[in-house]
């Protein structure tokens, strides 16, 4: 079987085919996405729009972060001027800078959920809509910039 594209990136990055055979994984030191980090202007914005969209409260706090467990997944938001020091020496990009990923949420009625979410008066970005790859989406953007997407 000829890897992908993406699967020739990471052989090429780790040195091996992580696949056996079959297509099945390989167990590697990268086996799951404990905490992605997300660089904030105004940390006290977004802990605010966290508690309210999504319900949540900070596993973690100190005075450049705060940590939410989605369960599954830790977002950390970190301030940009904490942010400098820990990528350095690559730059932190501003807010306008463009976005470069989304995340995703599946839920059971992206409408419903739209409705909820200009309750608490989130702006959607767009949607909700359907797509062509045969799912219905809508997306909004959190006070750092980053584009969350809702799904099913």
């Given at each position: 079987?000829?890897?992908?594209?993406?699967?020739?990136?990471?052989?090429?990055?780790?040195?091996?085919?992580?696949?056996?055979?079959?297509?099945?994984?390989?167990?590697?030191?990268?086996?799951?996405?404990?905490?992605?980090?997300?660089?904030?202007?105004?940390?006290?914005?977004?802990?605010?729009?966290?508690?309210?969209?999504?319900?949540?409260?900070?596993?973690?706090?100190?005075?450049?972060?705060?940590?939410?467990?989605?369960?599954?997944?830790?977002?950390?938001?970190?301030?940009?001027?904490?942010?400098?020091?820990?990528?350095?020496?690559a730059?932190?990009?501003?807010?306008?800078?463009?976005?470069?990923?989304?995340?995703?949420?599946?839920?059971?009625?992206?409408d419903?959920?739209?409705?909820?979410?200009?309750?608490?008066?989130?702006?959607?970005?767009?949607?909700?809509?359907?797509?062509p790859?045969?799912?219905?989406?809508?997306?909004?953007?959190?006070?750092?910039?980053?584009?969350?997407?809702?799904?099913?």
């Open positions: 079987m000829r890897p992908c594209k993406a699967d020739e990136a990471a052989i090429a990055l780790l040195g091996h085919d992580r696949r056996t055979t079959k297509g099945d994984e390989v167990n590697t030191w990268a086996k799951k996405v404990d905490c992605v980090t997300l660089f904030v202007e105004d940390l006290e914005d977004a802990k605010n729009f966290y508690a309210r969209v999504f319900g949540l409260t900070s596993v973690y706090e100190d005075e450049n972060s705060a940590v939410y467990n989605f369960d599954n997944l830790m977002i950390n938001l970190l301030t940009t001027s904490a942010a400098a020091e820990l990528i350095s020496p730059a932190v990009a501003t807010r306008d800078s463009g976005s470069r990923f989304q995340f995703t949420i599946a839920v059971d009625d992206v419903a959920v739209c409705g909820e979410l200009a309750e608490l008066g989130v702006t959607l970005l767009n949607g909700p809509m359907d797509r790859w045969g799912i219905r989406t809508a997306s909004f953007v959190d006070p750092g910039g980053h584009v969350w997407e809702i799904a099913h």
